[in-house]
């Protein structure tokens, strides 16, 4: 039904409508402002609803494809072989898959609702909007794009914005948080580029016969450079006699490259630090966006580029993937246990349970590799509540330090009620979303790491520590005698809302797993496939 409309680029562009109208709007005018803001970001979520529903769950499982050539430079090599002509292609390209479907639903969801958050900005609400508006349309470009330039793109895309909504809108050490998080991320980005370069370079062909000569197109074309990674994994020239020239150390190098930049935006420890300056600084609404978002184009970006090009090493190295998610979830559950401020609680928190992503990939199964992706839906869906009732509780109280909380179950008892929802739900709770992720992932992982599984299970029962010691602490007890004397306003309706919507989705993620799982069954199943060669090839 869609497959005669660009969807994609709707989606993914129709953010910038909402740019173009601002420019032509006041800055003093707030309310305008607001709602064009807002209602923009409603444009993608339909049409991310429309999609997930139209997605065929029995075709090809990479759909509502886009390409046209972008830019198409001649490259002038003579003498190799037959071949005369070579061009470089830079290709705009852009489809889904079950993969990469749900992140763009999620991205939509959550954009929205951070949207609705931001109510709170209190200075100057157009250019917040328009950045917001810019960092939704590079998420939903990480996500759909085909080609590694175009990926590369749209992921510096994010960066910029995120910089400027943590820097101008942040709390106290908002310029050092949002330095950080430039100097890490672009530190990732460098990383990534020369790993893309490498592989375009040697593993970007694909070559044309015309009539009167042989014409071969280096580009980031995701799917060529799969094709001829797994198809050539040792070979110097493929079966065209074209030259490749991805020897086996250059696969380990890349590899790790691809590891240690994904890594840094998931994050992986040791490279967390940045991440929690951003979680502490930023605004609730853009640390929704951060944490429920863009920590997910790491494990992505793992998942497509990393385990996906190079299975072979990600099989040799799952026991590595293995023990970096038990150290995340450890250490992250450890230190949530004993921080002060709930706002590192939650940071910790996110640390520990992108740990659990990391032993759902570490798996190597069908299994693991749902849970490693439920995880990513579910922590995206939590972490983004969780930080907007941060939001509300500091609009009330001006704090978020748990000893000076206390007694809200009184005065908020629908905030109250929502937070030790979303509680529930980050600790695993049956009937949420983060039980069917968790008990995924680690299922997957004691069927080939036994040890790892069983130690990585003390960061679900050290979650129900944390979790609880920050929920009972922020509802129950006496009402502080501040906060009594002020009186405080339970929930409003542009505050109920994001809140019920949240928790509609993780209820029914929790209750109908089959709504994400079904979109996730045909790709998974190309992934067996490959797993189960690459199983084969290095002796399972």
């Not at 049409?47 to 075709?59: E, K, S």
């Not at 970007?204 to 198809?231: K, M, P, R």
């Not at 998610?325 to 250490?331: D, S, W």
């Not at 520590?465 to 009972?472: P, T």
């Amino acid at each position: 039904m869609l497959n005669n409309l660009p969807i994609l680029s709707l989606i993914a562009f129709s953010p910038l409508l909402g740019v173009l109208i601002l420019l032509f709007v006041r800055g003093e005018r707030g309310n305008l402002v607001k709602t064009i803001g807002i209602a923009t970001t409603l444009i993608p979520l339909i049409l991310a609803a429309w999609l997930y529903v139209d997605y065929n769950y029995q075709g090809d499982p990479l759909q509502y494809k886009e390409q046209l050539s972008w830019i198409k430079v001649p490259l002038n090599h003579e003498g190799i072989q037959q071949l005369t002509s070579y061009f470089f292609e830079f290709k705009y390209s852009l489809a889904v898959d079950g993969l990469s479907l749900p992140l763009v639903f999620l991205t939509a969801l959550v954009s929205t609702m951070a949207a609705l958050a931001s109510v709170y900005i209190k200075k100057r609400w157009k250019t917040f909007y328009i950045l917001f508006l810019l960092l939704e349309t590079g998420m939903f470009g990480v996500f759909m794009s085909q080609d590694l330039f175009l990926f590369f793109l749209f992921f510096e895309i994010t960066l910029i914005p995120m910089f400027f909504l943590i820097g101008i809108w942040g709390y106290m050490n908002r310029e050092q948080a949002a330095n950080r998080f430039l100097i890490y991320n672009g530190l990732g980005s460098a990383i990534m580029l020369i790993a893309f370069l490498i592989l375009v370079s040697t593993a970007g062909f694909s070559q044309v016969q015309s009539q009167t000569e042989a014409i071969v197109y280096y580009s980031g074309d995701i799917h060529t450079i799969a094709h001829n990674l797994l198809q050539n994994p040792s070979a110097y020239v493929n079966q065209e006699g074209t030259p490749f020239f991805m020897s086996g150390t250059m696969r380990w190098t890349v590899f790790i490259m691809l590891l240690v930049a994904f890594g840094i935006k998931l994050p992986i420890f040791p490279f967390h630090t940045w991440m929690l300056k951003v979680h502490t600084e930023a605004p609730p609404s853009v640390v929704m966006i951060h944490s429920g978002i863009l920590l997910k184009m790491g494990a992505y970006g793992l998942i497509r580029f990393g385990i996906l090009f190079f299975p072979a090493e990600a099989k040799q190295w799952a026991w590595m993937l293995a023990l970096l998610g038990v150290i995340n979830i450890v250490y992250g559950a450890i230190l949530a246990i004993v921080q002060k401020d709930f706002k590192l609680v939650l940071a910790y928190s996110s640390i520990s349970h992108m740990g659990i992503v990391l032993l759902g990939l570490a798996a190597f199964n069908i299994t693991g590799l749902q849970g490693a992706v439920f995880q990513l839906i579910s922590h995206g869906l939590i972490s983004a509540l969780m930080f907007l009732l941060v939001g509300i509780i500091f609009e009330r109280t001006e704090t978020t330090i748990l000893d000076r909380l206390g007694g809200l179950a009184t005065a908020v008892p629908f905030i109250s009620g929502i937070l030790l929802i979303a509680g529930m739900a980050s600790l695993g709770l049956p009937g949420l979303s983060g039980f069917i992720s968790e008990f995924l992932a680690f299922l997957g992982l004691f069927e080939t790491h036994k040890v790892y599984a069983i130690v990585g299970t003390l960061g679900i029962i050290l979650a129900a520590v944390y979790v609880l010691r920050g929920v009972l602490n922020i509802t129950f007890g006496p009402l502080d005698q501040r906060l009594q004397a002020q009186g405080m306003r339970d929930a409003r309706l542009i505050e109920a809302i994001p809140m019920i919507t949240l928790v509609a989705f993780i209820l029914l993620l929790g209750i109908f797993p089959s709504v994400l799982s079904q979109p996730l069954q045909q790709t998974i199943g190309s992934f067996d496939q490959l797993i189960q060669s690459v199983a084969g090839k290095i002796g399972g």
